[in-house]
């Protein structure tokens, strides 16, 4: 540290000037670049690849946020930090843009073939693929962009081959017919965890269909109508002795007029409805199950695009399945065999990318046999060997994987991985292989990709291009995701993990938290409530965004959020500005000089020290236990309350003394403490710490706050009996301004302050007189309470301040008096209403609970009220 600072610090830090000029500066600098370092020990995090197409959310900044914060702790810490940056292709919401993007000038995708759709792909790609990664960088985070990833690179869709042919010639892929949730709009099988439920208010149509050679009917209940013309049967249960006459008999299924049997099966609830059921083992998945045991006829009645097919009369061919549904109706009227209709509301399975409702659809399709891959990404997650944070994910995890089915792994799309089958023109015979056959002219490849997630459970591996980097960097240490992806995505990570590279992709899981409004609501684009974080980056920062979206995030807790919360990570940027600007203006007169940096200590710097290294130690704690939001707050108080509100507070008497070796020690010990204090808050709030630490002396040309060790702990400099001291302190002077707040004494009066009861030093009466604003202060165990005072309690002392000539006495009587009498007679209208035990029984109870905790608040302040008017006697 030089001897004197002469560096002008501006009196209002400006985020929008300093941030892109340091964000240049790391990544022009390559500070975040990682190389394989035998001699360091690596800690790794591959991000989880957002859309190449997608742009910035909330959500996006919680998570990389996190991220962040533990790749810079641990490159302060020492390690040899490396962050991998990356975007997934998105098959379906590319393809889905891309087509759509097409179709507005006039061009059918199937028009101009394969070939060319995917090389619109590629222009989509690389004019739109570069925005969420350049968003990022908005938000501050430290990746190595040297080693940005995209799921269709070269090597990495070599890898996916790869994969996909290994687990093939293992007999772990197969091709098989079974019912999957089909995607009308983009016409391709999704996965389960792709359909979202949504509650619909529809209608529950009851069927009579004709009993063969009889006059009678038997009545069936469906949500589906239009799918009864794939019929193949009518269940009922076994024990329902009202169709046991039937059992064994045929119906005539209207409209069709094709035979179907009565059949029993335990699967039907004989209280739903009629207690009979229509069976479409084409279009229900439990109808599936059912036909497969009755053998029964599987007719699939749609098309791809969910309009139906030659299988269904002539005159409903080709129609969409909600226009047959009417056709349907109307025809039952006719023939007088619609019963009637309920309302009825029903959970329906909407495709997440397409937004229409799923068709349960018999299909052929690749599959990935999953009970020989999930037993060991079971056992390592129960075994501890795979840790999540929250720990209640593990329940959710090993419920989804002890009922794991196979994965269905093709799609029905164009832009993706090709999976590498062909298919023999002249024979029934399949090859497979990374590599076409070599008489390709008799050969045709399968025309589906795999799923996306097929791609990207390689991720945590197959980012890094060689054997020495892999053997290095992996396994990573720890994988930071949004809980909806524990399916999708970090299962299938661990069961790849195992699978191609016989260990755990990662040690620990961070699952986030989920962004909702001030009402509670999921942010969605569709409610119109999710902010724009280059929005709000531009109206408060990066660094206060940041700090306040972890502020205001526990650890599996959800996280209400709404833009003007910022106010929190602004304001403690603009505490930790001042501070370093008050200490740098002293600098410009005052002389520094490392050498009297322990010097001339007081209470005041033993207790700062110490709480700079308790602190240290609960930091530390937290980031160890994966507690980034307690971590933030541990800062935000001691940078906040102990550093800035008291600490410099105090020191001041000093820096002001005529003792200039004095003086010199308190500001080069004040400076030395801030800079270490920049490290500790520089993982989560890195702009303003880098642009301080430049400002508080010259750097070299490279030099980053960012590559400088974060504080070691050193516990012998903890001092319990200074942080006693300091609190006894502290204590009197929050009472002391407490009282003068409460009897309205102007801030610019000096006060008398007589103190009864436990022995207080010549050191610690100096500051409560500086902080307190006190004239004179007396001490003593025998001492009287003077003549109208207020009183306050602090441990074993009692503090006594007279009011005589700082406030008109009977003015304060009068208006302690008003307040009694009107607090008083709210109480009368609270206590009326909850003596009501209509109102106790009958009203909500959150407005129940509200009006105690008022009449328990008002309780308290009248006590307080009335002892400050006893004061005034």
Known sequence: MPESNTREIPKAYNPGQVEDKWYSFWEGNQIYHSEPDKNKTPYTIVIPPPNVTGILTMGHILNNTIQDVFIRYKRMKGFNACWVPGTDHASIATE?????YLREQGIEKKSIGREEFLKHCWEWTHKYGGIITRQLRKLGVSCDWQRERFTMDEHYYDKVIESFVDLYKKGKIYRGYRMVNWDPASKSAISDEEVIYRQVNGKLWYLKYPVKDSNEFIIVATTRPETMLGDSGIAVNP???RYAPLLGKKVMLPIVNREIPIFADEYVDKDFGTGAVKVTPAHDVNDYEMGKRHDLEFINIFNPDATTNSNVPQELQGLDRYEVRKKVIEKFEELGLLYKIDDYTNNVGYSERGGVPIEPYLSEQWFLKMDELAAPALKAVRDGKVHFHPEHWVKTYEHWMGNIKDWCISRQLWWGHRIPVWYNNNTNEIYCDTKPPMDIENWHQDEDVLDTWASSWLWAFDVFTSKEEQDYYYPTDTLVTAP????????????AGFEFKKDI??????FTSVIRDMQGRKMSKSLGNSPDPLDVIAEYGADALRFSVLY???LGQDVLFSTEKCEIGRNFANKIWNAGRYLLMNAQSVKLDENLKDKHLDFADKWIISRFESTLHQINEAMDSFDVNNAVKIIYSFVWNDFCDWYIEMSKSRLYSDDEEVKSAVLTR????FEE????????????????????KERGEKESI???????????????????????????????????????IPPSKSIDVYIKGGDLTENEMVYIKKLGKVNSLFGGKDLLKPKASASAVVKDSEIFIPLEGLIDLDVERTRLQKDIQRLEGSLTGVNKKLSSESFVNNAPKDIVEKERQKKSDWEEKLGKLKNMLEDLK
């Open 552 to 554: 205001l995030a526990p």
């Open 484 to 495: 909806d992806i524990i399916f999708f995505w970090v299962a299938r990570m661990i069961m």
């Open 239 to 241: 024990e329902d002795e």
């Open 706 to 744: 960012s590559l400088n060790c974060f504080p070691e702990e050193n516990p012998s400099l903890i001092d319990t009996e200074a942080e006693k001291e300091i609190q006894l302190v502290q204590d009197i002077v929050t009472s002391i301004r407490n009282i003068r707040g409460e009897m309205n």
């Open 96 to 100: 889905t843009k891309v087509t759509n």
């Open 677 to 696: 204090m920049l490290k500790i808050v520089h993982p989560f709030m890195p702009f303003i710490t880098e642009e301080i630490w430049h400002l508080m």
């Open 505 to 510: 992709p990662f040690h620990d899981v961070y």
């Open 670 to 673: 004040a400076i030395s403490l």
